[in-house]
């Protein structure tokens, strides 16, 4: 039986539900990179990293390629990227939405808001 497209939907979010994956996400929007490129940006372990690579290889959110002893990874689609970008507008919009609540609430000394 095909699994329903909200459980792989839940599936795919879940993966993205590391924060290293995510680094890894974000480094790889500006091209390619080798494996101790992302080890200097990300203060991991190489096996964790090594184990985050690894998910984000199984699930084709990034390819990885041999060039002589290096391995580079690249993502597998622009649309990662964009993935990433609409998830940091939404998360502007709402810190900017909790910031004005707060700014509000500040302003009238704790009382509520008429």
Sequence with gaps: MPVPLYQAKAD??????????IRVLELLQDGPRPVRELLAEIEVEPSNLSQQLAVLRRTQLVTATREGNTVVYALSTPDVAELLRAA???LTDLLTDQGALLSELRA????SPR
Excluded: Q
């Design 108 to 111: 009238s000394g704790g009382r």
């Design 88 to 90: 940091r507008r939404i």
């Design 12 to 21: 795919f979010f879940r993966t993205l539900g590391h924060p290293v994956r």
